[in-house]
Structure formats: C-alpha cells, structure tokens
C-alpha cells in the first residue's frame, strides 16, 4: 500500500496487509498523535488495509499555544 | 469495530471514552463537549458577539465552525504573520473557510500595517519566535475585539494545549501562571473576555471533526514551532496517554476542578495595575522600571520599535529543523 506522510509530506510503499494500529506501531508513531485516513474516510485502530489501499497518516499536534 | 450509539461501523476510536464512534455520532459528541464547556464556565451567551482569533490551522476553524453550528453569532481574525509560504497557505485557508460559508474574516498584516514579521522581530528583539509571535497575537487580538465592540474572543486551545501549558507551568512551579490558567480570562481594564471553547476536546478529535466536516487546514507544522519546548510537552503527555487513556483529561480538568480554586486569590492579584501605554494607549502592566524615557511603554510598541527598524529577516534564517525533516532527509540520503 502507499502510505503518504506529513511534516514533511513524503510517501512510502508497504508491503501486505495491515490492521491500522500495526501500521502505526511499524512506523513508530502513536495513535493519539495521529488520523489515519483511507480514500478521505478516516478508519479506526482495527481496520484492515488493503495492498491496494492509498493512506495518508496525519499528524494532529500543532506546537502553537 | 462499532459505534457505541447506533452500532453502525465506526470511523474512529476514543480510547479515553472507552467507546468507538460513527461519523454522525462523533460530530454529536463534540457538540456536546463543547456546549458543556461553553455553559460550566459561562463563556458567553447567544447574543454575545464573538471574535475568534483565526490561524488556518484545524483548532481555529473547528472551533468557528462549531460555534456557528450551534448557533452563536461568530466573526474571524486572521493575523498575517510574515512566516514566509506558511502564512500565505495558512491564510489561505482562513478565507476559502469564511467565502464558502459567508463568514466575515478580518485581517490584519503585521508586515503592512506595523511593519515587520514574526522572523524578524525573533531576530531584532533576541526572543524565540513563538514568544514574539504569541505577544502579537495577544495585542492584536486584544485591540481588534475592543475596536470592533465585541464581548469575547475565542482562541481554538484544546485539551493538549492546556495540559502541555499546564504540565510546563507545574515543571516549574510557576505559581502566578498556574493561578491565570483558567478557560475563562474576565475582561478588565482595557482587556476584553477571552475564553477556550475547546478545552474538553483532544488535538486529535479536532483534527477529526475537521476531517468529517470537510474543512481544508493547513496540516503542515509552522516552521517557527519546530522543537519548541511545548512540543516536546504534548509528545511526552501523549506517551502517558498512550499507555493510561484519560491522563491529559484528568489532569486538565481535575486541576479545573480541584487545584484552581485554591489559586483563585492569586489569580486576582495584580487585576488592578495595569496602566495605559503612551504610544497605543492599551492597557499594560509594565513596570516603572521598565518604563521608556519615563513613559509606560507597552511590551508589543517595544517590539514594533525594534523589530520595524531591522532588516527583514528570512523564516530560514531562525527555523530549526524538525526531527521528522531530519529523519526524512536521511531516508532520502540512504536511497
């Protein structure tokens, strides 16, 4: 699957099926610091991902205050 | 995975609830989370008019859209930075946000009317840029909401902005800044209302609602923020949430709920010392010590002075690299 990152935005290719939270854990990023979003849905930590899937994996925090 | 409401398939999990949603079911429980922060701390009624403090990024629209959607009477401000690309996008998406609802947004450019940016002022003045720019926006926020006759103005913080805030205070045992973390700032003395809105909600559920709203924000970091000490706070707040769900909640809010009435006297100290600039006339706590050739002189006419008579200052000049460009640059390098 492509699975597109940000800050900065970049993509990369994995291989096989994953379940969202295995995807993240692989990529050493945390769940609540991150969406996860299939197609422009968003998908939940137990959604499978397909091979033939495109992924954008969002980052959330935002250093203003 | 199921929606705890209607059981139908769920977009995404709350671990802090416990409980998975659907996409109609989650914009109603951020409805709700932000109704009951409005009412337990009477932020404002619906005849208030508001002014949101607006950036582009995802907290700032969230929160305008959600208050229009409940029904409040809700205008933008937008500050043009001077960050380089990052203040064009981001302005950018302020305004298709506001033409595509009918949504009044002002605009002030810091450049044009005061003349100079946050990368220069970072340089000219020595501060780090966050703390110029932080020190803008609060002035400018301030004199747009009194210029224009509005009762309150509503910032976009979330949950993780106040537990980071709070987590740097506590470091420090920063009493006095502990004592003013409330979600409700009263107007005074040349200050108008300002409240958060958004305090139940995580950085994560507001990227979310925008996601399921539709709404366009700029996703990229500022560049000014990369490795900022606030950062670092959310990223070990969220290793906490990670492995106990609920953490920033109950640490916010029980401080909220337990630990800011014991600092109430303290919070209401100094109210009353704040005096009027001579070049602005906006109310200012400046010391006399501070004072410039004997007149009080606010800290934002300090920072024009200085930062107006420097050379503008490119954002590449004052940025640091974040460890995800890093960590990018070395994938790239190893290919």
Known sequence: ?65 | MKCRTCREPAIIDLPRHNANFCAEHFLQLCRRQVAKAIHDHEMFTASDRILVAVSGGKDSLAVWDLLVDLGYRADGLYIALGIGEYSDESRGYAERFAAERGLVLNVVSLREEYGYDVPTAAKATGRVPCSACGMSKRHLFDKAALDGGYDVVVTGHNLDDEAAVLFGNALRWDVEYLARQLPVLPARHGFPRKVKPLIRLTEREMAAWCVVRGIDYIIEECPMAVGNRHLGYKEALNALEEKSPGTKASYYLGFLDRMAPLLAELAATGADSVRPCARCGAATGVADEHAVDGEIVCAFCRLVERSAAHAPVSVDLVRKKSRAERRATMEVEAR
Do not use: W
């Not at chain 1, 940000?6 to 994995?14: L, S």
């Not at chain 1, 050493?28 to 996860?36: F, I, P």
């Not at chain 1, 197609?39 to 969002?58: K, Q, S, Y």
């Open chain 1, 1 to 65: 699957m492509k699975v597109i990152l940000r800050n900065p935005r970049r993509e990369i290719v994995i291989d096989g099926r994953r379940r969202v939270h295995a995807l993240l854990a692989e990529l050493d990023l945390t769940r609540e610091g991150h969406l996860v979003i299939r197609n422009g849905t968003l998908v939940p930590g137990d959604a499978e991902l397909d091979r033939d899937d495109v992924i954008e994996i969002r980052p959330v925090i935002s250093g203003g205050a």
